[in-house]
């Protein structure tokens, strides 16, 4: 292996680093907000008690529905049926939330994969930064990304779709290029490059101002 390929595989390796780090710290600041809920549990009660004493069950009635409407806020938006995509699911769709970009999943996950957790993890956290970065660009109520998953007879197959501020995005060398700057496009090599080893599929499409990955990884 030549400098330049080590020099390749050292920045890769990096960006991958960098890339669970950050999925791990969504996930924490997700569980961060479960935990802080738990710990009011207690007080919530209390509360509602001492209405419920008083007789005042109207209080105790919109006590509950102020709780059900913060409870929602912390629930675990997507139920795959696989712990780690849950995981990776739920932070990204948090952050996407944050930065109001409404997203649409419809996810159904078998509990054992063959594909690992790090691969997963790499290609969901890339599909998701990438169609999170393309919705900023557009006005609030333009923003919308799609995902679908489930298994295709023995292949896992994943779609992301997101809008895009061009009616079509261009390639360049035969890919599409971020716009994230120098050092981000690692994220795309690496991804290919797993759905590569993986005997996997992936095809990108750019067209009336919607960008759609689909990718198939065999599980058999």
Known sequence: MNLFSKQIDKRIAAYQRELIETHYAEVENMYKQIRG???DYRNHIQVMKA???IGDMAAVKKYLDE???DLATVDTVIKTGNPMADAILNSKISLAKSKNVPV???VFIPLALKTSELDLCVIIGNLFDNAIEASLALPE???LIRIYMDMKNTQLYISFTNFTASRKQKKQNGRFQTTKGEGHGFGL????TIIERLDGYI????EDGAFTTEILIPQK
Do not use: F, G
Request: no cysteine; charged share 45%.
């Open 37 to 39: 809920w738990r710990h």
């Open 51 to 53: 209405y419920a004493a």
């Open 67 to 69: 709780l059900e409407t």
């Open 104 to 106: 649409k999943a419809d």
């Open 141 to 143: 109520d333009k923003r």
């Open 189 to 192: 090599i690496r991804m290919d």
């Open 203 to 206: 095809n990108r499409n750019s």
